[in-house]
């Protein structure tokens, strides 16, 4: 039997392969323009080899679950199937279980937010907020201001809705409002449209610092005058190390801020539920998009969290996680202090990331491999500019190892400088 392709020709039933046996895509010609700019991240595609047991990996970004009470969270799960079973199995609400949001206030109310369970939308992870925001916002070729670095994870979603990013200097304080200002009137002078203000302002991923309480209005009042939104990103901010959390931005302003939380870094990935606070009619409309895309977010896995949010001591967890993930910074900082003097990194006040610029110009993404090579892995700070900026800094994250694997990682990183160095 024959088959029609997109590019019009026919093949006899298989795949055409190329001589090297690979297979080709006979679908290539009908892909959206939209995916043109979508690849597999840096990240994904280190995973494979860093996930091996002998190498320390300070690449991924993912949570230690360690210090989780598996056994207690596994009674919670049970007793939400047995006793709400025709309801945690069902479809549910859109905008997100009713009781879950409520409870979500109480988590916000720790950095200075006030809402109504209304404003709330769940989503599955705070990653899907990005993408219907930036969906409800971007046309193609809209600006999107973001950090210098930013979160990879937004910086492909951005791509996917073929937006412009244009990136704006960080320093230890956070984003700096001056170069806001400068990058903002250069734009608008350009006749550019700039949608949205993407921030991390807690603990950044990838830059480990914290946007300072005295710069928060400064980049409201900013955005504001250019009209421009500013999208929240909020994962790490009860992960600080020390002291209170600085009020969100969205504590100062409930109109200018679509404001981004999650239970990822705080609970439990798995169950992939984050959450989005907006402006009233900006609301409406991210619950539209997010039926179109998955009818509701999960309700076996919102009422899981919202019984262990009633039954557990989710407060003590937080500051289990927090003094785990401290030991690790230190760890970390010690050991870049002994092995990578020539360096700079930034030491961040929680979170799960330093950002490293190493000496002399060396290309990090160069010189992964041989850092593979000797079992340490990190990500490449290209991976984090939409602009190809970044070749001589990376990311290291300091959350899933060890202390004790930590210092042996960074020991390894030295060697491998070291030997570049001699190159
Ligand atoms: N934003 C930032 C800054 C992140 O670091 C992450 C996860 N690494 C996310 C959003 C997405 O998190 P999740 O979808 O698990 O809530």
């Keep these: 039997m024959s088959q029609h392709t997109p590019s019009g020709g026919t093949t ?20 959206a323009d939209r995916t043109h700019g979508m690849r597999a991240s840096e990240i994904r595609a280190l995973f494979a080899v860093a996930n091996r047991p002998e190498v320390v990996s300070l690449a991924g970004g993912m949570p230690n679950l360690d210090g989780l009470p598996l056994d207690v969270i596994a009674d919670v799960a049970q007793r939400v199937v047995a006793t709400r079973g025709r309801t ?25 937010i006030h809402a109504h369970p209304d404003d709330v939308v769940v989503t599955t992870g705070s990653q899907q907020a990005l993408d219907l925001v930036t969906r409800l916002f971007v046309n193609p070729g809209d600006v999107i201001v973001a950090e210098a670095p930013s979160y990879v994870g937004a910086l492909g979603v951005f791509r996917a809705y073929q937006a412009d990013v244009v990136h704006v200097p960080l320093d230890v304080d956070g984003l700096v409002p001056a170069a806001l200002e400068e990058t903002l009137t250069r734009l608008a002078a350009e006749g550019r449209r700039v949608k949205l203000l993407y921030t991390v302002p807690n603990f950044h991923n990838p830059a480990g610092v914290t946007l300072s309480a005295e710069r928060r209005p400064q980049i409201l009042e900013i955005c504001r005058r250019h009209g421009v939104l500013v999208l929240e990103d909020n994962p790490y901010g009860l992960l600080g190390f020390d002291g209170d959390p600085i009020p969100a931005m969205r504590s100062l302003d409930e109109d200018g801020v679509i404001y ?22 900006v609301r409406e409309k991210l619950v539209l998009a997010s039926e179109s895309a998955i009818l509701c977010p999960s309700n076996a896995s919102q009422l899981a969290i919202s019984a262990y949010l009633s039954t557990c001591d989710w407060r003590g967890q937080i500051k289990a996680f927090r003094e785990m993930y401290r030991e690790r910074r230190d760890a970390m900082m010690g050991a870049l202090a002994e092995h990578l003097p020539d360096a700079t990194w930034t030491v961040p006040d929680g979170g799960f990331y330093t950002w490293v610029r190493l000496p002399d110009g060396l290309d990090a993404k160069a010189m992964l491999p041989r850092a593979v090579t000797a079992r340490v892995a990190y990500v490449p700070g290209t991976a984090f500019y939409a602009d190809g900026q970044g070749s001589d800094q990376m990311r290291l994250s300091f959350c899933y190892p060890t202390p004790e694997r930590i210092r042996e990682g960074v020991r390894r990183l030295a060697g491998v400088v070291a030997g570049e160095s001699e190159l």
């Design 12 to 31: 006899s039933g298989t795949t055409p392969t190329t001589a090297a046996g690979t297979r080709l895509d006979p679908w290539l010609g009908a892909y």
């Design 88 to 112: 945690a199995l069902q479809y549910g609400s859109g905008q997100g279980d009713e009781t879950l949001r409520e409870q979500i206030l109480d988590v916000m109310r720790l950095e200075g």
């Design 260 to 281: 981004l939380g999650s239970f990822s870094k705080t609970f439990a990935p798995g169950y992939r539920v984050g959450w989005a606070v907006a402006p009233h009619a």
